[in-house]
């Protein structure tokens, strides 16, 4: 065992000494790293955040405070952005405005109903594809197809004749008038079978009902397009601060996700 102090004086030995620096390396490091990861996240985001960042303050609390408003900190909004001319609190407001409406309109976690039963999360879009795609009644796994007749057919038809994964294949529906698959894009066989799905399992859903899920799923899909296309249409209804938004934030999202 190696003892804390030199055998022949009370003066800490050189081992110890090497330790403690050593020690007070390692939680430098630490200290840095916790400092240095909001402000990292926080500037991928945007151009503007950069801008912000630079253009405000070197205060990492201060950024990674505003990266987190919105986010369910309890800050003050009025607190930081006090010292920020006209100019600059209009480019926080506007981040601020993008976070809250992406978050209610790009779904996360696991879908209520059928999330658990399928194993499926908004949070893994490509996983989700490849357990829903297999129930598609045109493109499924033999022996796990769902084939709708009589009124479920309709249903199923009626549902896939009002959207489309048009961003990728430029399809105006998931289906043609007899019911079969309008394209074999990898998004709308994930549709077109969890819209089978749900009809054949879940009666409790109502059309408007399955329509909404696939366009939820549709926002993970295309989140660039489906988001721009969203805040055109706040736009055009008179929704302020809109304009910042689109000229800044929607064009560093991804166009795609999951794979075709």
């Known amino acids: 065992m190696v003892n804390s102090l030199d055998e022949s004086s009370n003066i800490p030995s050189p081992k110890k000494k090497i330790s403690f620096s050593f020690l007070i390396f390692i939680l430098g490091l630490a200290l840095g790293a916790v400092l240095i990861t909001p402000i990292a996240s926080f500037l991928t985001e945007s151009d503007l955040s950069k801008k912000i960042v630079q253009d405000t303050t070197q205060d990492s609390c201060s950024i990674s405070n505003y990266s987190n408003l919105g986010s369910g900190q309890d800050f003050s909004q009025s607190e930081f952005i006090r010292d920020l001319d006209q100019e600059k609190q209009k480019e926080v407001l506007a981040y601020l405005k993008f976070k809250e409406i992406r978050s209610s309109f790009v779904p996360t976690g696991v879908p209520m109903v059928y999330g658990q039963e399928l194993d499926i999360s908004f949070d893994k879009v490509q996983d989700a594809i490849n357990k829903v795609r ?5 493109y499924g796994e ?5 084939v709708l007749t009589d009124a479920d057919l309709e249903r199923y038809i009626s549902i896939g004749s009002k959207i489309a ?4 294949c430029s399809v105006k529906t998931l289906v043609r008038e007899d019911g079969t ?3 074999g894009c990898a998004h709308s066989i994930m549709m077109r079978g969890l819209t089978a799905y749900l009809i054949q399992n879940h009666s409790e859903f ?4 399955i329509l909404n899920e696939l366009n939820a799923w549709k926002a993970t899909y295309f989140p660039k397009q489906t988001f721009s296309e969203k805040l055109s249409e706040m736009e055009k209804a008179g929704e302020p601060g809109i304009k910042e938004i689109l000229d800044e934030f929607p064009d560093f999202l991804p166009q795609m996700v999951g794979g075709c």
């Open 181 to 183: 698959a309008a394209c």
């Open 134 to 138: 297999v129930f598609g009644p045109t």
């Open 165 to 168: 994964c048009e961003y990728c």
């Open 142 to 146: 033999e022996g796990k197809k769902i």
């Open 206 to 209: 109502s059309d408007e009902q």
